[in-house]
């Protein structure tokens, strides 16, 4: 298994400009998200998925847009770019069902993206 | 609402001496526990976890947690670091954010520095 992979591993982008940061798993996970990652301020949730077809915000969803049209994947969507928005991107999967609960969540390597 | 607090921002310590990173957190209802670890420019990694059952959970490379429900408190422990063990840990609480049990609430990191 792959695990969590995600496109670009870097990417720059002028103010204004729009791009799309790529997320795919292949352990069948239902539950999908994306963070950001700021110095010393931890991970912020973004958006996440809890099935295809099924989205919702998290803590910072302003400036972002994302779909799930399959298990597999959750593309993250930059409309304008903002140099606020300069930051690590982290994708990541778990699975959960009623009697399992959801646990632990499996990380990909992340997206460094510089806004200017 | 959930939240992480981790009380040290940076932890530098000798070769072979003890750590502890401490981690506490708010809840209101029963939480999941987790520890992840972070090394440089890669994705976050799980450590070790509590679910339930024993208090006290053990990683494959020697770092240990014990979950305090009365002091709401999840420390990490290792009783000799090495020199690999320099990276940045993430304490994670599973939040009911939005209503998902999967969504993980972190602290904002320790960074852990192991010195010759």
């Known amino acids: 298994n792959a695990g969590v992979t995600q496109t670009p591993k870097f990417r720059i982008l002028k103010i204004g400009q729009s791009m799309t940061l790529q997320c795919a798993q292949d352990m069948n996970h239902n539950y999908m998200y994306w963070y950001r990652q700021d110095p010393g301020m931890g991970l912020k949730l973004i958006y996440y998925s809890v099935g295809a077809g099924i989205t919702d915000k998290g803590e910072v969803p302003n400036g972002y847009n994302v779909s799930r049209s399959t298990t597999e994947d959750f593309p993250l969507r930059l409309e304008l770019a903002a140099p606020s928005q300069t930051s690590v991107y982290f994708c990541?999967?778990?699975?959960?069902?009623?009697?399992?609960?959801?646990?632990?969540?499996?990380f990909g390597p992340g997206t460094r993206l510089t806004v200017t | 609402a959930q939240s992480v607090t981790q009380l040290d921002s940076q932890v530098p310590v000798f070769e072979e001496a003890p750590v502890e990173l401490r981690c506490n957190y708010s809840?209101?209802?029963?939480?999941?526990l987790f520890w992840y670890v972070q090394y440089p420019n890669q994705g976050l990694q799980l450590l070790l976890k509590?679910?339930?059952?024993?208090?006290l959970v053990e990683s494959i490379n020697g770092f240990e947690a014990e979950f305090n429900k009365s002091q709401t408190s999840f420390h990490l422990r290792k009783p000799s670091v090495h020199i690999s063990d320099t990276a940045e840990y993430f304490c994670?609480?599973?939040?009911?954010?939005?209503?998902?049990?999967?969504?993980?609430?972190f602290g904002k990191g320790t960074k852990l520095s192991v010195k010759p």
């Open positions: 990541a999967s778990s699975y959960s069902n009623r009697l399992a609960g959801t646990y632990e969540q499996y």
């Open positions: 809840s209101s209802v029963s939480v999941y």
């Open positions: 994670a609480v599973s939040g009911d954010y939005g209503g998902s049990q999967g969504n993980l609430i």
């Open positions: 509590y679910l339930s059952g024993s208090t």
